[in-house]
């Protein structure tokens, strides 16, 4: 079943902070979340496991409530290149390497 | 990760002929699969392409209209089949490189445009 994302677009001034959230209505193994920009590939941004530590780097992290089956993207101090659509792949369970993907949140960081 | 290529990078097919897209990795990944994204779409997962044994099949695809093959753990193909207006997509392959890894990482894709 395909997670739901929210919110469906954000747009944010330089600076500003931002969440995208991802839920499930099944139990989730993993959560990926990537950032596809216009015309390009989706590309990683990281992986949260059942189980495993909340991650991040500099401004950009994320958790994975595992009881509510929810996981949340942070995005602090937005810069221009962080436009884009987010998506959230969940996985169901350990060894199960497919991906259901959301609908994707578009983000646009203006000046 | 992993570098991956796809060829062709686009396509403008006539309806009823079919496209052959190919997926090459720089190194021995563990699971291929393909994806479809429709126009301003999500991703979704078409097949996982497994080396030297049929693909498997997501709900709602099947093998006569998608055919692929994984000869060796750096390759695989899809062929989309029998063309109609409404398989213009772009299809993206993707990778999982490691054994004890779940990251997955997508290729360039290929824009399938069928008139």
């Known amino acids: 079943q395909q997670p739901v994302q929210s919110p469906q677009a954000v747009i944010l001034r330089e600076g500003e902070d931002a969440v995208i959230n991802c839920s499930s209505s099944?139990?989730?193994?993993?959560v990926h979340w990537y950032r596809q920009k216009h015309g390009e590939a989706p590309v990683f941004l990281m992986i949260l496991l059942k189980g495993g530590e909340q991650k991040g780097h500099e401004k950009i992290s994320a958790s994975f409530n595992e009881k509510k089956q929810q996981s949340s993207l942070y995005l602090t101090a937005s810069q221009l290149s962080y436009s884009g659509t987010y998506f959230c792949?969940?996985?169901?369970?350990?060894?199960?390497?497919?991906?259901?993907f959301g609908k994707g949140t578009k983000l646009s960081v203006i000046p | 990760s992993a570098v991956i290529s796809q060829k062709p990078s686009r396509d403008i097919c006539q309806r009823g002929t079919s496209l052959t897209i190919q997926c090459q990795v720089d190194s021995q990944v563990t699971m291929m699969f393909w994806y479809r994204q429709q126009p301003g779409q999500s991703l979704t997962l078409i097949a996982t392409a497994n080396q030297g044994s049929e693909a498997t099949y997501e709900s709602g695809f099947v093998i006569d209209k998608f055919p692929i093959s994984r000869p060796n753990l750096t390759f695989s193909t899809l062929t989309v089949s029998n063309l109609s207006p409404e398989d213009s997509s772009i299809y993206l392959c993707?990778?999982?490189?490691?054994?004890?890894?779940?990251?997955?990482?997508f290729g360039p894709g290929t824009r399938l445009t069928v008139t």
């Open positions: 792949g969940t996985g169901s369970g350990a060894g199960s390497y497919q991906l259901t």
């Open positions: 993707s990778v999982v490189p490691g054994l004890h890894s779940y990251e997955q990482y």
């Open positions: 099944k139990a989730l193994y993993s």
